[in-house]
Nanobody, 118 residues
């Protein structure tokens, strides 16, 4: 099993920045790609950014140029640097990890709330 714990959420004004962290523990050697998802009130959970073990990244079009995902494999941590935040990006941000051996198996953190005020 893998446990994911997010941190770094909070309240920020529009145009501000936040850096989210996600620490993985447990069977870390089974972790393949990791990523960040977000879920706004009343909406579905959507992918924000993902990163492979080798560092290949993908981003939702809405965050390109403003968000950066990175990964520290030695410390089993993935980060999301969020710049120029907008009120519509208010959501619970979840960390995700995919099992590298069983791709249909994935893990989720409990989420961290990001609130962007106008």
């Amino acid at each position: 099993q893998v446990q994911l714990v997010e941190s770094g959420g909070g309240l920020v004004q529009a145009g501000g920045s936040l850096r989210l962290s996600c620490a993985a523990s447990g069977n870390i050697f089974s972790i393949g790609a990791m990523g960040w998802y977000r879920q706004a009130p009343g909406k579905q959970r959507d992918m924000v950014a993902t990163i492979t073990r080798g560092g290949k990244t993908t981003y939702d079009d809405s965050v390109k140029g403003g968000f950066t995902i990175s990964r520290d494999n030695a410390n089993n941590t993935v980060y999301l640097q969020m710049n120029s935040l907008k009120p519509e990006e208010t959501a619970v941000y979840y960390c995700n990890a995919v099992n590298r051996y069983v791709r249909v198996m994935e893990y989720w953190g409990k989420g961290t709330l990001v609130t962007v005020s106008a």
